[in-house]
Structure formats: C-alpha cells, structure tokens
C-alpha cells in the first residue's frame, strides 16, 4: 500500500455568500517537497492558505467544503490552534517581528524558555525567569536548519529585510512539530542575490523534511526551486505538474488563461533608434541608501534602456538625482538642452517623466478616484483639460475630454475597476500601478523613467504593464529608461541592459546577452 501525502486537499471549496472562491480544489503535498502554488490575484490561493491556518474568517463565513487530510487522517481546522497543533506555520509576505527586540527573542518570542525560581512555587508562574542561554540554544538551532549563521544579539529593526525574512522563518521553524510551512511571497522586496540566499535556506530547509508551500509570483524562482507546481485560476486548479514537465511560458497560458504565442523581437535593425536623446556625465546623488557616484550614460531616441543592479549600488538614485528629488551634481543634457539639477520643474519642463517604486508615498492620491489621479499631472503641469476663459484669467476643466481619457487608458490597460471614480487606494498593487503608468502617458513625455514597475504585483498584470511599456515605445516612439531588480524583466523588455555597480556604471550590453553576463557585472566580476 502506498504510503499516503503528508498534506492533501480534497474537493476543498469555499464560498463568502454568494461569491465562490474555490472549487473542487485537490492536489497532494509531499513530505520533504516544497510545491509553488500560483495563480493570479483573486485565483484563491490566498483563501486556500487561509483554510489551512483555520483563519477565524472562515468559520465565520460559514466555513469550507470537502476535505484536509494530513499523513491520510483527515483534521478538523477549525481555529489557528488546530492548525498549530497539526504543525502547519505560516511566513507571512511582510516580516511580522518587534523592531526593538533581538532576533533571538524574536525567535522564541511568546515562548520564551524559563529558568526555575524558587518564587514561582510561592507566587505563581509570573516570578518565573528567561532562561538566556536556552533562548540562545534555540535560535541556534533554528537558523542551523537554514543553514544561515546571523548575529542572533542585535537588534532586528537595524537589519536587512532579507535577515528579518530569515528570522521571522527560524521562528515558525523553533516551533515545536512544525511540518508544513506557507512561504508567502518571501522574496518580495529582495534583490537576486538576496532572494538566492533565502531560495537556498528553503532546499535546505526541505531536505531536513519540512514541506514547503511556496506562494509567488517569480516564475523563475519557482522552476528552480520547487518539487511540484499548482496553478489556480478562477477558484480552480487548471494544472499540477512539475518544473521538468513545464515551462515558464506554459504556466504563464495557464496563469491568464490562453496560450502565450512567441513573438518575435524587432532586432536592431528594424527598430527606430535615433541618436542619443540623454546624456549623463559624472552624476552624484546624496541619496539615503543608495550609491551614486561618477555616472556616466546616455540613453537612445526610440530605445527602452533597462538599469540593473543589486540594492544600494546606485539605480534607484540616478532617477531620484536626474529628476530632483535628492540633491545631486555632474552634467545632465536632454535633447540638446542643459536640465537644472535639483529643480524638480527642470526635467518636467523639459519633456521628461518618471512613475517611482513608492507608488503609495510618491505617485498616487490613494483616497482620491481614478480619474483625479490619471489627470492631475497633466493638468498641473501642462494645463491639458483646462479650458481658458477672460484671456487665461479663468481656467475652467474640462470634465467630459477627462472622462474620455481616463477611460481609454482604463481599457487599454485592463484597470479593474468599479468606474473611474473609485478610489485608487481600493484597487490592487497591480492596477494601482497600471494607474501611475496612465498617469505618466497621459503627460506624454518624451522620455519616461519607470523604477521597479512590476514589484509587487502578479503575474498577469506585470505582463500587461511589460507589454504596455514596448507598445507606447514602439507606437510613440517614446524613449523609455527602465530600472528594476527584475533581470529577467529586463531582458525580456528591454533594447540594452546598464549595470550599476558601487554608484558607476560598469557596463552597457544588448538584452540579448545571457543571464551569467549581467550576474556576473553585478557582483564585480568582468562580463
């Protein structure tokens, strides 16, 4: 007889009222094994994990259809105590950790080994005493399952996010009979090379025999790392394979639903590339965090020029430094004219535009609507939509010619929407950043910096914002400068790849060139 899964999910549905979520939903986790579940935002891996944590908002809505069995006995999970007790943890997307307390105390934060104290049999348990050393012991062990060695007597909140990652993981792992582990989006924020770290400490962690749920949107990262893939769509499994028996192009069909037909690039004679339209001599940015120091470049008329690097070294401050927000220096010339350096006006005035990374903090009014934030630029800045009345003393907008624009690009960017008068803050990561593009075309700048466009967002609508980008390039002709920890996005949208490296350039090559080539000019080595 065959030795039954460790995790299996039979027949397992759910519905909130009349909204189905899930259906039929069955598929095995096996021991050891660490399975990439993907889907596209509201495919229902969120409710599905939400079941095998008990989370109370299930029982309150009514509970869920069919059946959870673990090592063939089917549990009950009724709340989040059944679910620890059948030694299922949770890393949640965003490090859930207390800023000030150490990563050891982190680690066993709540269950905090105890010293034995003479008080406590006269006075009760509250005279009890932690036991340091212990502690100590356990948050070695822990990290010793990832295989990672951190100062364990620091402060989290002076930490990189990928060591907070890696504590709040040691900690679902100090848990006591912890077999199953939802990893949600864990390499969200981290650059490759941090990502890589985390990737490795989860194979290690799986060969000890802790099995893996790993929930993410890097396709690539899940052919490298995971056993078994099942793909969700519309509250349905439409797929359970393996990386050796798919491709990421397949799973990307399954994800949105149709078949990805291969296109065929323009090569670089076919594309309109004109003469240098940017160009940057020796910049300095004095920007918290980032290293920009002697960059030099120029981007072409026509082309998407891609910037990649690991963090900190300097791509996300020429940005900043080129379009005012950080004091910076060195020469700057835009299409033949000298641009003010620390005078924000200076680059728009000029015909240049950029949508940030911090679209919640710099790009968007998220308690205003849609169409508020689509227009608002373009009016402020180009007076479009205004109509002129008593010789410009009275500037009135021009409600209906809004409406009419705003709709387009809500169409042509598939924003999921109420109407253009929902609030942006109601929307996803994804759409919220299809609204900040909107925003910048609607200015229609000759050139654009787009900084980390697809972070944070699925599947389906980093492929609708990627593809956006090369068809208001190819149709506009308009010159766009690309930065993003993305490689792979990169590579797949872009014209030529520049590779900032301790706040310089350190090299220029066509996308076309392998993965190894770029890796290799990130961390220092000759291409």
Not at 427 to 441: E, I, M, R, Y
Not at 472 to 480: A, P, S
Request: aromatic share 6%.
């Amino acid at each position: 007889m065959d030795q039954a899964p460790l995790l299996r999910f039979e027949k397992v549905g759910k519905a909130y009222f009349s909204n189905q979520v899930l259906r039929n939903v069955t598929f095995n986790l096996e021991k050891g094994h660490v399975l990439g579940l993907v889907g596209e935002n509201g495919a229902g891996k969120s409710t599905l994990m939400h079941i095998l944590i008990a989370m109370q908002v299930i029982q309150e809505t009514g509970g869920y259809e069919g059946q959870v069995f673990i090592d063939g006995q089917e549990v009950l999970l009724k709340s989040p105590k059944d679910a620890f007790n059948a030694g299922i943890g949770l890393v949640t997307q965003e490090p859930c950790l207390v800023s000030n307390f150490t990563v050891t105390e982190n680690i066993v934060l709540n269950r905090e080994s105890l010293k034995y104290n003479p008080l406590v049999e006269a006075f009760g348990h509250r005279w009890a005493t932690l036991d340091r050393g212990g502690m100590e012991n356990r948050a070695t062990i822990a990290l010793s399952k990832l295989n990672v060695d951190l100062r364990r007597d620091v402060s989290i909140s002076g930490l990189p996010i990928w060591q907070k990652k890696i504590t709040q993981i040691a900690r679902e792992i100090d848990k006591q009979d912890v077999r199953i582990l939802i990893m949600d989006e864990p390499t969200t924020s981290l650059t490759e090379s941090e990502a890589e770290i985390l990737l490795k400490s989860m194979r290690y962690l799986a060969n000890k025999g802790i099995a893996i749920i790993f929930i993410t949107d890097r396709l690539q990262e899940i052919m490298r790392v995971c056993d078994d893939i099942v793909i969700l769509r519309d509250g349905e499994v439409v797929l359970q394979t393996t990386p050796a028996q798919t491709s990421i192009r397949e799973i990307t069909g399954c994800i949105l639903g149709h078949k990805i037909s291969v296109q065929t690039e323009e090569t670089s004679k076919d594309r309109k590339i004109g003469s240098p339209i940017l160009e940057v001599k020796n910049l300095w940015v004095d920007m918290p965090g980032e290293t920009v120091r002697n960059v030099s470049f120029q981007a072409y008329k026509g082309e998407i020029l891609g910037m990649g690097g690991l963090a900190g070294q300097g791509k996300l401050g020429i940005t900043k430094g080129i379009m005012g927000l950080h004091v910076a220096g060195g020469l700057v010339v835009f299409d033949g004219n000298k641009l003010t350096l620390n005078h924000p006006a200076s680059p728009l005035k000029s015909g240049i535009s950029a949508v940030f990374e911090d679209r919640n903090k710099v790009g968007l009014f998220l308690e205003l609507s849609i169409s508020w934030n689509i227009s608002f630029a373009a009016i402020q800045k180009q007076n479009k939509f205004l109509k002129s009345y008593l010789g410009g003393l009275v500037k009135i907008r021009q409600k209906q010619a809004i409406s009419e624009c705003v709709n387009k690009y809500i169409r042509d960017l598939g924003i999921k929407c109420t109407s253009e008068n929902q609030a942006v803050g109601e929307l996803s990561g994804g759409n919220q950043q299809k609204v900040c593009l909107a925003k910048a075309f609607v200015t229609n700048p000759e050139l654009l910096f787009v900084v980390e466009p697809t972070q944070g967002i699925d599947v389906g609508a980093k492929r609708v914002v990627l593809d956006t980008l090369k068809k208001i390039n190819r149709e506009q002709g308009m010159t766009i400068v690309m930065i993003s920890s993305e490689l792979e996005d990169l590579r797949a949208t872009c014209d030529r790849i520049a590779i900032v490296d301790k706040g310089r350039i350190v090299g220029v090559k066509l996308a076309t060139e392998s993965s190894e080539v770029f890796t290799n000019m990130m961390i220092g080595m000759e291409a």
